[in-house]
């Protein structure tokens, strides 16, 4: 209607993993609204389980999602999601934005591991991941971004991520692709013409004993150790399939 100003969606969905004495991870926090929402699974051992489940499509053109996770001492969490998250264009003008905010602390774990990300043509979407972890917090994060469907091309995808440990930045980068983003990232020096994406950090305290050497895991991907307890792996790939089968054999050959 004239006159009507669409704004887009806005919605957070929050965690809380906190050790509950038994041997286990007990979770005070689990809420989310709009299209978020939270279900716990589950549990495996001491560690709990949560899978985030998309109520609607999205995020939309002016959306604006939020997760944020929280473990607290000695608890342990792993997080996934039930499918994967799709960018559409929407009706309202102007980039969407999905932000995720993850703290870990002293003897906490977290595996975060959501589905890939679909960067639809005619979206605009900015990613923004912010991990904060003590120094003996232990962490498996994958990103995972597919540039549009099968014979597609992409919407415009920002994406950062940034993971500190101990208060010290380890790891702070952004990629941007699709129409708009900086020249060349779709030349030999980026993606090279691929179309999934993904990156896989781990933290873990012996590193910093017993540090990961850097090598390359096949053609498209390679392992490095950053400057702290933790190793960067970057991967590309032509779909997410072989994308996702680059990423399991990187962790497991990291055990």
Do not use: N
């Amino acid at each position: 209607m004239d006159g009507v100003i669409v704004t887009g969606v806005r919605a957070t969905a929050r965690i809380v993993a906190r050790d509950d004495g038994r041997g286990g991870t007990a979770l005070p926090v689990l809420e989310g609204d709009g299209p978020l929402a939270l279900r716990r699974t589950r549990a495996s051992g001491s560690e709990a389980r949560v899978m985030l489940v998309g109520a609607m499509s999205g995020p939309l053109g002016g959306d604006h999602f939020a997760v944020e996770a929280g473990v607290e001492r000695g608890a342990r969490l792993r997080v996934g999601s039930a499918a994967a998250t799709i960018a559409l264009p929407g009706q309202a003008k102007g980039e969407s934005r999905y932000d995720v905010r993850i703290d870990v602390a002293e003897g906490g774990e977290l595996h975060w591991l959501p589905e890939q990300l679909i960067s639809v043509q005619g979206s605009d979407l900015r990613v923004t991941t912010r991990v904060d972890l003590a120094g003996s917090a232990r962490l498996v994060l994958r990103e995972e971004q597919v540039l549009g469907r099968v014979g597609e091309e992409p919407g415009r995808l920002t994406s950062r991520l940034s993971v500190k440990v101990a208060g010290r930045t380890v790891l702070d980068q952004e990629l941007g692709c699709g129409p708009g983003a900086p020249g060349g990232w779709d030349g030999p020096a980026v993606l090279g013409g691929h179309r999934a994406v993904g990156q896989l950090v781990v933290v873990r305290p012996e590193f910093s004993q017993e540090p990961v050497a850097a090598r390359m895991l096949g053609e498209c991907a390679s392992l490095v150790p950053l400057a702290g307890p933790a190793v960067l792996v970057s991967a590309i790939a032509s779909d997410a399939l072989r994308l996702r089968r680059v990423l399991d054999e990187a962790l497991a050959f990291l055990g």
